[in-house]
């Protein structure tokens, strides 16, 4: 970019994508677009569902079931 991005206006911001802001988010944009690395043949489709259900599976729902250790400090910690 080139840019500065601080002195953009809103309107000239929204128009500029951005990373997504969790692992989850991450995993769901790797899902709808996987195109770049399958056409390629970097990685196959297969190979791509499971590390997405391997991530799901061991560290996003796991993260769901427990407090984050802020949401601890803010309501448990006395």
Not at 8 to 31: M, Y
Not at 45 to 56: M, S
């Amino acid at each position: 970019m080139d840019k500065d991005i601080y002195d953009l206006s809103p309107d000239e911001l929204s128009s500029i994508p951005s990373t997504p802001a969790s692992l989850e988010a991450s995993l769901e944009a790797l899902e709808t677009d996987r195109a770049f690395l399958t056409d390629t043949g970097v990685f196959t489709d297969e190979f791509i569902e499971n590390w997405i259900a391997y991530k799901l599976d061991n560290e996003v729902n796991p993260m769901r079931l427990r407090p984050h250790p802020y949401e601890f400090a803010l309501y448990y910690d006395v």
